[in-house]
């Protein structure tokens, strides 16, 4: 072991934990770009977005600014139940590869949903509440984000209506059972309770539904119904805003030490567990205080950032939500049936793309049998059972503590664990059963997608 | 909030966790009855004892003197990986229920096994592969201990044959595929790879399989095999030793804290859990230094301590194992198929039957359904999704709040939350759609079980 004084796992007592969530587009010179209206290509102000988020949640999503919003009593003592996320040094990781590089990761797997997405659920829920709204909707595919959010309605006292595309509903019962026993309706989608729902049932009998479908549904339910606002689970501003309380507390964790991470690496799928992790860090960086390698892991099947185009797009495969300025395969891509079912998103976080775009940070896909493989050689030295999602980042950080074994490093390597793996064990069987296969799209596949952007003059052209 | 001092959860630092195991036998003047040879009722010592179980486990089984065990550094370094577990102060759930009760439970499912198996998992390996030994055997039933065991051999790089109860393996592949990611074969039971298997599929063609089956089946393996040993997740006094390690942990974090519990409950199936959250309360009680209400909870369905006789009989259904003294239903008693598989042994530890006979502890036995419903008012305000297990003891911690509601008595109750129930929503779903049944076997039923015990003379005369 390198450093004795170091414990397996660093937690922060309650008085250190942040008091505030940080915004890192208030330190970001170019801003990223704002959403748009589909409809005319204008930027969208306080007023259009309102009818379908909260309030308070469109001042986040605007707010360019201000770089930190503290965080709500209430919200603060919902954080204390499964908060503070434990820092773990991977010792028994370390120890198996032999390598001469420490291995740090944020653990947010410890709670009820299995990951990261309770940080903004309450959130967001909280500012429903506190807005008089009698409930939210929203739509889920793998389950993880619908959780959280029930969770965090059952705790508040809030409806909770989740629309879990239908093949997830029959495939994934479990899941449906979770949301459930905290009080949240769970219809499968396409519905009959929607004109959208009706309507997409009337064109295609015996359909089971996609991620694009239920989040029309969730969204018509939202604007329809008195009291109701929609809400979700990552790429939006607001949500990394919230997600930040994972880096914060990582930094603030790491600073105790007097830890200094060389490299940070996290998983990417619309980015909301990444733009957490990073923000602190990604802060200094804009700054000009301190430099860190920051990796961005995605996979080889759906490959936003490293095949992708910088451009506008729909967020929704229903194309009903704003146009956001992102890392984009086109909405129309359709992601092959890849088990990370939380990276399978066809675009990426604006803010993200951003940084990336300008050199900020690197990203890298992998295969899906390597994510695997990683993710069975950590579980056996490290106990945890990672999501496939979150072996995205552990597969990236075992090759780079693997260079450091070659080369001699003793680089500090930070990654993101977002989560558990417990509702992904058909995956897991693929995998063991040789049975998993690396999809990679072809050339004329991603050409295709980008080709059917959305062309609105002065803007995608 | 009674006390704003008191943190929602208490972690210890890795120099306060402790650093050996305490046996509450040392404490007992009437010690537990020793296990007996069914060939011929003799107790059964040492050499008896080390063809079935590892050497230092066996030591462990019959020192009923020595009152702490160091825990090995290899160990408390495992600890270390998913220890301490949090004391948590149930703030949300004492609001709920507007009680002046003080509501602590200490948390044992963080960890990829979910439960607290893997407290003596990694102790019963760790003990194996320090003898040299190639691997060990065992069986599961709902999964919780193959589990575990498999986490605490993946580590080790110590063989593990589970076998799995047939209908489990089947209706469970989630569990088999945990398993198999930490390296272990899973066999399901009866199988043609044991001469005990093939005769009961000569007997039974199509037999979906039992506990006691496949208990016989890997103790089969682990005495025909060369270098193998059979462990065991409950029931015997090494099993409580090891699992001692929540107790202390949990004085050490109450005492530090200045609280001291006035009732203690934990639910009971083989005693591992409870006997291991006690130990070092029963301590002091035993020594006269202080007095605990300590309540041990059962299922109605399966009601050993409150129906149940006190006498020697074999700790499977199998009849292969030795005898043990404890509260029994008897071996043939075969429980109705209630959810919460991890309390369905017609048995008991033989130190807590003790206990119990004696007078040092309660028992109360509660209904499936009345489980369900304390369950799911808990995991609302608590963001946990407790196991069906552990929420018997969640139950009656919730009873004893209330009547505190009607005296006014300011108790502090201490629960165990042994564990998560992401592997039982098939039950959490029945209890939803309103198809549980609470099943409470009749007097002539309990008579019948009580009525085949081994008849040995001299002993259970």
């Not at 990336?356 to 994510?371: I, L, P, R, S």
Request: glycine share 10%; net charge negative.
């Amino acid at each position: 072991m390198a450093n004795e004084k170091i414990p397996y796992k660093i937690y922060l007592t309650e008085d250190e934990m942040p008091k505030a969530w940080y915004n890192v587009r208030a330190d970001m010179k170019v801003k990223p770009a704002p959403l748009r209206n589909p409809a005319n290509g204008e930027p969208m102000g306080f007023d259009d977005l309102t009818p379908v988020f909260c309030d308070e949640l469109v001042k986040q999503e605007l707010d360019n600014d201000t770089a930190y919003f503290p965080i709500p009593d209430d919200i603060r003592n919902f954080y204390k139940m499964y908060r503070p996320s434990p820092l773990v040094r991977a010792y028994c990781l370390e120890e198996k590869l032999q390598t001469p590089a420490k291995i740090y990761y944020k653990f947010e797997g410890n709670n009820t949903s299995g990951s990261h997405k309770l940080n903004s659920a309450i959130a967001q829920a909280y500012y429903a509440k506190n807005q008089g709204l009698k409930g939210v909707t929203t739509e889920t595919g793998a389950g993880q984000w619908g959780t959280a959010l029930s969770m965090a309605c059952g705790y508040l006292g809030l409806d909770c209506k989740v629309f879990m595309v239908k093949c997830s509903y029959e495939q994934k019962p479990f899941r449906r059972e979770v949301m459930r026993t905290y009080g949240a309706s769970v219809t499968p989608s396409p519905s009959e309770t929607t004109a959208v729902g009706r309507k997409i049932l009337e064109q295609f009998p015996g359909t089971t539904g996609s991620l694009g479908c239920a989040i029309s549904e969730a969204v018509e339910v939202a604007t329809s119904t008195p009291g109701y606002r929609y809400v979700l689970g990552s790429v939006l501003n607001q949500v990394l805003l919230h997600q930040s309380v994972i880096g914060l507390e990582t930094k603030i964790a790491m600073d105790k030490y007097g830890i200094v991470p060389d490299v940070i690496i996290g998983c990417a799928g619309g980015g909301s567990n990444l733009g957490g992790l990073i923000s602190p860090f990604m802060g200094e960086k804009l700054r000009g205080e301190r430099d860190y390698q920051i990796i961005a892991v995605e996979p080889k099947s759906c490959p936003s950032f490293t095949r992708g185009t910088y451009a506008y797009d729909f967020c929704d495969t229903g194309m009903v939500c704003p146009l956001a300025k992102m890392y984009t395969l086109g909405s129309s891509f359709i992601p092959s049936a890849d088990h990370a079912g939380g990276l399978r998103f066809h675009g990426m976080s604006s803010t993200l793309s951003q940084l990336y775009h300008d050199g900020y940070m690197e990203a890298v896909a992998v295969e899906q049998t390597k994510v695997f493989a990683a993710a069975e050689e950590f579980a056996r030295v490290e106990g945890i059972l990672p999501a496939p999602e979150s072996s995205h980042a552990i597969r990236v950080a075992i090759d780079e503590a693997l260079k450091c074994k070659e080369t001699g490093e003793e680089k500090t390597i930070l990654f993101g664990l977002t989560g558990t793996g417990y509702f992904d064990l058909v995956a897991y069987e693929k995998f063991h059963n040789g049975e998993m296969i690396d999809y990679i799209p072809s050339d004329e596949e991603i050409a295709a997608g980008i080709a059917r952007l959305p062309n609105i003059p002065g803007i995608n052209d």
